[in-house]
């Protein structure tokens, strides 16, 4: 079942703007993961929240973890041409024994 | 150099012609996960591993087959391949941790079409 669900489903922005994308959830988690694919290759991890963490930054990127609400959002400041690909993020629900659930993905464009 | 690697890259092959895509990950790994990525659907899993022997069911597993005999190996296996099964597949491995999941390390992909 689809734990994590993205919005927007694509974004376009031109190079320097800051790239906002949310993530909603249905159950309660232990931490929450977004990653990054450029076309058709493998996904690369960028962060991970754990559920008692409210905000974590790394680099330009920034999450944030609302439990109340079951959402997160990961920005990206300065955004460059280079921050083109999809974001996803994953869910670890709470029993799931570890297991990963993806969102379908919000689809970044950076236009130089 | 950790990696995930994943064989064959890119398949082409007939309907009911059984076949494996291995998957082999050199970082010690406890948890592994197949997952098929289709267009407007995301990543969806397949199957996944917690450990050596121990395997379970994901959101898509009918059609599929896996097996985790050594810790480094998750070999998806399609027994009788159908069209539906054209998509773009993924195998990803991470450390266990106490409290969730880890950090997920990806393979490239393995692009299959089935005709």
């Known amino acids: 079942s689809q734990q994590g669900e993205e919005d927007p489903q694509a974004l376009s922005i031109q190079e320097g703007e800051n790239a906002t994308m949310n993530c909603s959830y249905k159950t309660s988690i232990n931490n929450l993961q977004w990653y990054r694919q450029n076309s058709g290759r493998g996904l690369v991890h960028l962060i991970l929240i754990r559920s008692n963490e409210r905000e974590k930054h790394s680099g330009r990127l920034r999450v944030t973890l609302d439990t109340s609400k079951k959402s997160s959002s990961l920005l990206i400041t300065a955004s460059r041409a280079a921050d083109t690909a999809s974001y996803f993020c994953?869910?670890?629900?709470?029993?799931?024994?570890?297991?990963?659930?993806f969102g379908k993905g919000t689809k970044l464009s950076v236009k130089p | 150099e950790a990696q995930v690697t994943q064989n064959p890259r890119y398949l082409i092959t007939v309907t009911g012609k059984k076949l494996t895509v291995t998957c082999s990950q050199n970082?010690?790994?406890?948890?592994m996960s197949w997952y098929r990525q289709d267009p407007g659907l995301g990543l969806r899993q397949i199957y996944y591993s917690m450990n050596v022997e121990v395997t379970d069911k994901g959101d898509v597993p009918e059609g599929y087959k896996v097996s985790r005999k050594e810790k480094r190996n998750f070999p998806l296996i399609l027994e009788s391949p159908s069209p539906n099964q054209t998509s773009l597949y993924f195998c990803?491995?991470?450390?266990?941790?106490?409290?969730?999941?880890?950090?997920?390390?990806f393979g490239e992909g393995s692009r299959l079409t089935v005709l």
């Open positions: 994953a869910t670890d629900g709470k029993g799931s024994q570890g297991n990963l659930i």
């Open positions: 970082m010690n790994h406890e948890y």
């Open positions: 990803a491995s991470s450390q266990a941790l106490p409290g969730g999941s880890g950090e997920l390390f």
